[in-house]
């Protein structure tokens, strides 16, 4: 759609790195201020921000690299070319989180509290990361003939506008996750509630979204890889929220 916003001499813009900073930035700005209201030091959650976007985009690039092997194989030096988009969620969560946990652990800070911190800013930051992947052109939809469709330079056929779709969702899923955590600060519950939470709210999502995705093929029984990631974090949350529901359910 608009991969370069502007250009100043030599300095290019790129869409989706812009976004990508944005959601770094309002992440990192209300998780701290979450963080003041959890008494967990300011500075240690900027520092964790930090380290979850540096995590995030090696793990997403790495296995998004992966899956494009034969392409990247022939073309090596697009692997560094993040403006141009790549970036698998999956990869980047996984990849993140256990960087996290182990920073967590050195600084001896609270693990599951502080993963349940930042986990609806998760979901914003991602929310916003697509507007980037919509604006850059990645992540497409499959061909449509709706009036909602949008048209895509690379190709201009129409196509589901999943991109928009998949941020409204996560918004949702944010506003979601972020009445939890009102609600259940002052409360008992049990740690990690609401990461788990996100984990089985996003896993159904994206399973559904996945299949007005365009750019992933089926590899089993009409589903995608993602579909079958999707399928068992959704058993595994799903599991966990049933066994601890008495602490779930709010009274």
């Not at 309002?26 to 967990?40: H, M």
């Not at 916003?128 to 690379?154: D, E, M, V, W």
């Not at 506003?175 to 600060?185: D, G, N, P, V, Y």
Request: net charge positive.
């Amino acid at each position: 759609m608009h991969p370069i916003l502007f250009q100043i001499g030599p300095l290019t813009i790129y869409s989706y790195g812009l976004m990508v900073a944005c959601a770094f930035i309002v992440g990192t700005y209300l998780a701290s201020r979450e963080a003041i209201r959890q008494n967990i030091p300011e500075q240690k959650i900027v520092d964790i921000a930090l380290i979850l976007a540096i995590s995030g985009i090696v793990g997403g690039r790495l296995l998004y690299v992966l899956q494009n092997f034969d392409f990247y194989l022939k073309y090596p030096l697009q692997i560094i070319m993040l403006h141009k988009g790549g970036l698998s969620f999956f990869g980047g969560l996984f990849f993140a989180l256990i960087c996290m946990l182990f920073f967590l652990k050195l600084q001896n800070l609270p693990v599951l509290k502080t993963v349940d911190l930042f986990t609806p800013y998760l979901a914003l930051g991602h929310a916003i990361g697509r507007i980037g992947c919509l604006l850059n052109g990645c992540c497409y939809g499959k061909q449509t003939s709706h009036f909602f469709a949008l048209y895509f330079p690379a190709d201009n056929i129409p196509r589901y506008p999943v991109q928009v779709y998949s941020s409204l969702g996560l918004v949702v899923i944010f506003i979601i996750l972020r009445f939890w955590q009102e609600r259940l600060r002052d409360k008992p519950r049990f740690q990690g509630q609401i990461f788990i939470f996100y984990c089985f709210l996003y896993s159904m999502m994206r399973f559904f979204m996945e299949y007005l995705r365009g750019d992933h093929q089926p590899v089993f029984a009409g589903v995608n890889v993602y579909q079958l990631v999707s399928i068992v974090i959704f058993i595994f949350s799903g599991a966990l929220l049933w066994k601890r529901r008495k602490g779930f359910l709010l009274k």
